[in-house]
């Protein structure tokens, strides 16, 4: 009697330990499928984060973008920081352009800036205002005991003729040697304006090269179209 219970009891307890390791097993799949979806999930939510953090600095590299690359406001043009201009120089530019707006009106009267040169199909020659030789004129503003004079040097070259040049003078002084207006290729060329006029600041090598003259044309009394100087 004592045997068949002593067997019948160890099949139980054989049979019992070899179901723990299934369950043991079982349990431990578990474990890791769960280790698995926390670490699947901890990923996931990293790689979320990283993704967010990589869309947080797009945004912010495009809305820095669109602040540098936004078209600025139309309005009025800032003006440059700098010095006010010259008055002096203001009111030089002044008279000039109401001399040039007076001389426009005059009948016969050529305009050259110094170093200019310039064909005059009407008669039929070339001028070259070469240079300004002198200019002692009474600054303006000043008193002076004498007027002074202004001498320029131009060159005067016929269609058919050679070069010739002149020294035209604001004065006529035959004592200085000096004279208002020569003869040539038929007509008798006056010099009647000579700007702009110095002062007291700036004499006439400040204004050497910036000289403007007026020459007045006309038709020579001798006729024979001979030139004289």
């Known amino acids: 009697m004592h045997h068949p219970i002593l067997i019948t009891a160890f ?3 054989t049979l019992a330990t070899c179901k723990n390791p299934e369950t043991k ?9 769960v280790n698995t979806t926390s670490t699947s999930t901890a990923e ?7 993704y967010s953090t990589d869309s947080i600095s797009n945004s912010s590299t495009v809305t820095t973008m669109q602040e540098h690359t936004t078209p600025p406001k139309k309005g009025n043009p800032k003006m440059a920081p700098g010095l006010p201009p010259d008055k002096a120089a203001m009111d030089q530019a002044k008279k000039e352009a109401a001399r040039n707006s007076a001389n426009s009106e005059k009948d016969g009267v050529i305009y050259l800036k110094e170093g200019e040169r310039r064909f005059l199909k009407e008669y039929e020659m070339n001028v070259t205002f070469k240079k300004m030789l002198e200019d002692s004129r009474c ?13 320029a ?6 269609t058919y003729t ?12 035959t004592r200085r040697g000096t004279t208002t207006s020569g003869n040539f290729n038929g007509y008798s060329i006056s010099l009647v304006e000579v700007y702009p006029q110095t002062t007291s600041d700036k004499g006439f090598k400040a204004l050497q090269g910036n000289y403007k003259i007026g020459l007045k044309f006309s038709k020579s009394s001798n006729g024979d179209g001979v030139t004289t100087k």
């Open 153 to 158: 040097e131009i060159e005067f070259m016929g």
């Open 44 to 50: 996931d939510h990293h790689t979320n984060t990283v």
């Open 25 to 33: 097993n079982g349990i431990t799949n578990t474990e890791t499928s």
């Open 162 to 173: 050679r070069p010739m040049t002149f020294q035209l003078s604001t004065t006529n002084d």
């Open 139 to 151: 600054p303006e503003g000043v008193e002076c005991v004498w007027a002074g004079n202004a001498t």
């Open 11 to 13: 099949g139980l307890l």
